[in-house]
């Protein structure tokens, strides 16, 4: 089984940014948490962080025929990017949506994701363990479909 965790824009800034809100994990100690649950279930992670908006598109698009699930926080794209959505929706493949903090309870323009209908799950508000959490959701997802 291989899994695709994707990260959108700024989240290469962890353990700087904002920690009141993002904690102080970076997303290499994230990773570094994914990676070894991934190890415990036999699963094969690949990791991809990007700034740009097209790269992550990229990214989702190169996944098919290659990757089982995807975990995905767009970042600041959850709320703006149909392009986002459209690959998710191209590659069809499972993906779990992620957000560190839990966008409902802030700002009212964090309030919409253009994601979430095309996942099987969102997990929200529980730091870098929602990206362990994901792990199994998509790892029992895809056992129970084969
Ligand atoms: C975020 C929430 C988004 O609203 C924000 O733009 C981010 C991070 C989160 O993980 O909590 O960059 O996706």
């Known amino acids: 089984m291989r899994l695709l965790i994707i990260n959108g824009p700024n989240l ?3 353990g700087i940014r904002e920690p009141e809100l993002y904690g102080h994990q970076t997303l290499a ?7 070894q649950r991934c190890e415990q279930h036999g699963v094969t992670p690949t990791f991809f962080q990007s700034n740009n908006e097209g ?3 990229d990214a989702i698009q190169q996944a098919y025929g290659q990757q ?21 929706k191209a590659v069809a493949l499972p993906a779990v949506e992620v957000h560190l903090s839990d966008p409902l309870m802030r ?23 929602g990206y362990v959490e994901a792990v199994d959701v998509l790892v029992r997802h895809l056992a129970a479909k084969s």
Do not use: Q, W
């Open 107 to 129: 700002e009212p323009f964090r309030h919409h994701s253009y994601i979430t209908p095309v996942c099987i799950a969102a997990i929200r508000g529980k730091g870098g363990a």
């Open 29 to 35: 100690d994230i990773e570094a948490m994914v990676r």
């Open 55 to 57: 790269a992550l598109v």
């Open 68 to 88: 089982d699930g995807i975990i995905i926080n767009p970042a600041a794209y959850t709320h703006t990017s149909v392009a986002i959505l459209d690959a998710l």
């Open 12 to 14: 290469n800034m962890l």
